[in-house]
């Protein structure tokens, strides 16, 4: 005899609600970040923005966030300085008590071709691409484990999976941290811990409206959708992730790029 109520419920769609939660994201002033940040919010978690130089953009985000009914403080911080995301963790604690979701999104680019770029180029993005996620991660992440319930979730990039001319030091960055999550996912997942990567392909944001039309259409051409990505897509899936409905998604990279690396 079959239990028709429990077999609706074990197929019935589980929701993307984050209601009672509290949410982190790193480099949430502009494009991608602030996406991430209003997709969380609006699915009911309190979020703590973080930003370095942005400061003043990070709290008109704040303050949307706020005039929409959600819960959100802002902290300028720079993640690539161990000091100052001890200072962020003490500040965000105070304010939130505790950090459920943990969106890794800060991010820089110093693009020049291998011969050109120097070791500055190249340890200013590997700081604050990568070392910084681990300085982040490292202060979040345990006291997720001791209440068995977490989600990181760190924004990578197609180009850290297939390379770029001129891009050395941010696809070493964003393959490194592809690497680093998939590690950490099978450290922690039996502690209750789910470790995803969502890497995006060309966005529309401030950094893709400083490319040449001409750069734009190479890179449209060769996107099966034929179009740029735009930020609240990437958001989306970051949500999916860091929800229940994703409670058997660990290690996993979603790639967000319409198709132009598969």
């Known amino acids: 005899m079959t239990d028709s109520a429990t077999k609706t419920?074990?197929?019935a769609a589980r929701s993307i609600d984050l209601d009672g939660k509290v949410a982190l994201v790193t480099g949430a002033s502009r494009g991608i970040g602030?996406?991430?940040?209003?997709?969380?919010?609006?699915?009911?978690?309190?979020?703590?923005?973080?930003?370095?130089?942005?400061?003043?953009?990070?709290?008109?985000?704040?303050?949307?966030?706020r005039g929409l009914g959600g819960a959100a403080e802002y902290y300028a911080h720079n993640i690539a300085d161990e000091d100052e995301v001890q200072k962020m963790r003490d500040e965000v604690i105070a304010d939130f008590n505790q950090v459920d979701i943990l969106v890794n999104n800060a991010g820089i680019t110093r693009d020049k071709t291998f011969k050109k770029m120097t070791r500055?180029?190249?340890?200013?993005?590997?700081?604050?691409?990568?070392?910084?996620?681990?300085?982040?991660?490292?202060?979040f992440i345990d006291p997720m484990a001791e209440r068995k319930w977490g989600r990181v979730v760190n924004i990578a990039s197609v180009i850290g999976e297939i390379g770029n001319f001129g891009q050395t030091n941010y696809a070493a960055a964003k393959g490194g941290l592809i690497a680093f999550s998939k590690s950490l996912a099978r450290e922690y997942a039996r502690k209750g811990?789910?470790?995803n990567t969502v890497a995006p392909g060309f966005i529309k944001t401030d950094m893709t409206e400083a490319v040449p039309e001409a750069g734009l259409k190479m890179v449209t051409d060769a996107t099966p959708i034929g179009r740029l990505g735009l930020p609240n897509e990437v958001?989306?899936?970051?949500?999916?992730?860091?929800?229940?409905?994703?409670?058997?998604?660990?290690?996993?990279?979603?790639?967000?790029?319409?198709?132009?690396?598969?």
């Open 9 to 11: 419920d074990d197929f």
């Open 120 to 139: 500055e180029m190249w340890d200013t993005v590997i700081s604050v691409d990568l070392t910084g996620v681990f300085l982040v991660t490292k202060q």
């Open 34 to 65: 602030k996406a991430i940040a209003f997709a969380l919010a609006a699915r009911g978690a309190r979020v703590a923005l973080n930003c370095n130089t942005g400061g003043s953009l990070a709290e008109q985000v704040r303050d949307e966030i």
């Open 235 to 262: 958001a989306a899936g970051v949500a999916f992730l860091a929800s229940d409905a994703a409670s058997y998604v660990t290690g996993h990279v979603l790639d967000i790029n319409g198709g132009y690396s598969m």
């Open 193 to 195: 811990i789910t470790v």
